[in-house]
């Protein structure tokens, strides 16, 4: 197995992306820690990571909140003794044009996407510094890379994502510290209900077989297409890989 004797931090850990990235780190034998705002799905999700009682924990805690980051990462390094893999994978969406979108609605998305990387980024590099190792993966989007219709805080947060996850894998790279970002296209988790809906309410017919319509290969990402991805990240496997922006998104912006 890949990551036994590693542990593993997992921000929004409790439905969809996360969900499925902590289980696959899980099953290669990692210990995993888990956050997220609700805690009925952290819990849902702890009861079917292998191991549960003794390997992993969930916390609910939300990413935007430095009290809270510290509080959760303290009780990794307490519980664990090390932690070496951080997941950014906290993340929310509306779909607003500029002019409908509120300045509230501006600072929730750059809180929750960006400042959360930074605020959990701060809060692990020291541990990881000091053990001269550490691999941090960040959830980006292909709407950080193009731009897409009703999405233009989302698409700017993720596009800071991005030069964020670049500009900290030269930072630490020379403390033995890796730095990448997933950028996935639709991807089924509940995010993609709140899509359909917001299109069909404004006369675009939308559902899951239309979206699957988009794709050269025929489908919609699925959380386990990221857990994969991710699981190669954060891995030996790609030791030589740091700064890069993976695309995943069946052939869409081929």
Not at 164 to 189: E, F
Request: proline share 3%; charged share 20%; aromatic share 6%.
């Amino acid at each position: 197995m890949h990551l036994i004797g590693k542990t593993a931090v997992v921000t929004g850990g409790g439905t969809g992306i996360g969900k499925a990235i902590a289980l696959r780190l899980a099953q290669e034998g990692a210990n995993v820690a888990i956050c997220g705002r609700r805690k009925g799905p952290l819990e849902e999700t702890l009861s079917v990571l292998p191991g549960c009682g003794s390997k992993h924990f969930a916390i609910a805690a939300d990413v935007s909140r430095k009290a809270d980051v510290d509080r959760f990462v303290r009780s990794v390094i307490e519980r664990f003794g090390s932690l070496d893999i951080l997941v950014n994978n906290a993340g929310i969406l509306f779909r607003k044009n500029i002019m409908d979108t509120c300045e509230e609605d501006w600072d929730s998305m750059f809180d929750i996407n960006v400042k959360g990387i930074y605020l959990f980024s701060k809060a692990v590099l020291p541990h990881m510094i000091q053990q001269k190792s550490g691999n941090i993966l960040n959830i980006g989007s292909v709407s950080g890379l193009r731009a897409a219709s009703f999405a233009d805080a989302y698409c700017a947060s993720k596009a800071a994502v991005h030069m964020l996850t670049r500009s900290l894998a030269k930072g630490y790279a020379q403390h033995g510290i890796r730095v990448n970002c997933i950028c996935p296209a639709h991807v089924d988790t509940p995010i993609m209900d709140l899509t359909i809906e917001f299109f069909n309410s404004i006369g675009v017919e939308s559902d899951r077989a239309k979206i699957d319509s988009l794709y050269p290969l025929g489908r919609r990402g699925m959380p386990n297409d990221v857990a994969s991805l991710a699981l190669f990240l954060v891995s030996d496997q790609s030791a030589w890989m740091t700064g890069a922006l993976v695309v995943l998104d069946g052939g869409v912006t081929a």
